[in-house]
């Protein structure tokens, strides 16, 4: 299988903060990989080098046909960046042939990707009349015009209800079907679960997961167990069915796909326990357990969680 | 070898379909949003009439005051023009995220700046074209237009050194700072330089001051298309002024948060 992104132990720091540490990332052709990662994670950085716009500091990054610092190179991305507007004055039509044009394709190709994103309507509109949906989708159309090897979308979804959503998706999903690798960025896992082969989870700037949705998903928590104890942090990782330990003075929060050995394991430990809850934990709620058990500042060194 | 030459010559074709696509679009984006170009067109142009209508008919020796104006007063009519509006459109685009859209499609950026300044021209031929007028209604316009056309292509080529600055703040400064640092530049340097008002009717403090002045030099050349005085010397600066503004757009550039 061609690889169209292989980033190996990537470093890249803004002033004295490591945005990212030891980056591993591989993208193969027809391969669609999710990002995931709370805000201020290190996605956009990554994308920012996966584009050229940054170089790293250590580490090596291409892209499908070498170096993405390298123009030549840059022409066989589409990149929808999460945050870049479009120019006001010009029109729907004018941003797309525009993006065909720049990366060396004819104008006409603009044409089948206009009517593909439903936005041959919209063509004559200048961009200032557009809702933000809309405004999204001629980034998108704009991306996909040079038919990439490598699709490469920053947040692409936000701020779009579920329809738009669904068609953003369907749109994505065609072109990995041809062979298209896609790199796209989020911060809610369902999003990724949902389009994803590959969910990579980052934090703090490194990689704490890198499998399938449904593996993932295997090994994450789907119960929280809620109570004050007067246990400590290691005593507490010792319970069996720990997966991630949340602590906020006294009060706990306890991830664990085994709640009833928890429990009993729980309450002969510390008979003092009391404000006991459980309840079950959305995926969201998960990842939020596993990069909180990350956290640098929580006193440990290693991610406290069993992966 | 082949090969090469016509991989060259493609990447020609490209670049020169990429350049038509900036420039269309820049055209597109001053037409369709034209009140900030409106003013940088009007504002010389109003004062240009002022000015005219006051001090055109003194004889500075063979020329008119009206004629030797179109080539001072004629340098600050095409920089408000060149000077401003490459930079603060390239503080806009960055601002918006297009610029760094445009590095990502791998347009390179001397392109996206021809287009830039390419698109502002017509405006500067404008303001010079409207000035010329101006001093024929009021009866002050005496020059051939062979040695009209050379004071404007004098200005155009000449501004390029200034565009080249304000591109170089442009990369640096928001879109409203850039504006404000680049008139504060070109106004005081209007003035020293002697394109408001004759350097003659000033005190001698100011021509000590304009002879540092690039904006004076261009002048000027411009002014020499009319009365035949000499040009080595103001080229030399003109040039020297081009390659150290072509040095900092390009540092700048390269230091830029796109
Ligand atoms: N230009 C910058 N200068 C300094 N620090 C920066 C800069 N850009 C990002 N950072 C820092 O680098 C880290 C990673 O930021 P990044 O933008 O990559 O996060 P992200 O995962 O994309 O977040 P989000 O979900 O909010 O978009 C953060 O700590 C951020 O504060
Ligand atoms: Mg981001």
Redesign the pocket.
Known sequence: MRTVLDARDVWFR??S?D?LRGVDLRVDAGECVALL???????????NLATGLLSARHGALRTAGGDPRRAAVRRHLGVVQ?SFGLPKALKVRELVTGAAVRCGRPAATAGPVLAELGLGELAGRGAAELSGGQQQRVRLAMALVNEPALLIL??PTAGLDVSARRHFRRVVERRRAEGTGVLV?T?LIEEAAAVADRIVV?DH?AVLADEPPGALANRLPDRTVTARTSLSRSGLNRLPGVISVEMRGTTVRLGTRAPEALLRELLDADPGVSDLRVEGAGLEESVVALTDAAAPGNGTEEPEVAL | MSGMTGVSARNRVLLGAVLRVEIADELRSILREPTALLFSVLMPVGFFALFVSIFGGYDAGAIPAGTRMLATFGTFGVLSVTLMNPGVGVAQDRELGWLRAKRVSAVPVGVTLLAKIAAALPYAVGVLVAMTVTAALTGSLSASPAELLRVLGVLLVGSVPFALFGVAVGFRLRANAAAAVLNAVLMPAAVFSGLWMPLRMLPDFFADVAILLPTHHLARLALAQLDGGQVFGHVAVLLGSTAVAATAAGLSYRYA?L
């Open positions: 803004y002033g903060t945005a990662g709370a805000n201020g994670a290190g996605k956009t950085t990554l994308v999460q920053d947040e960025t911060h980052v700037g | 948060r």
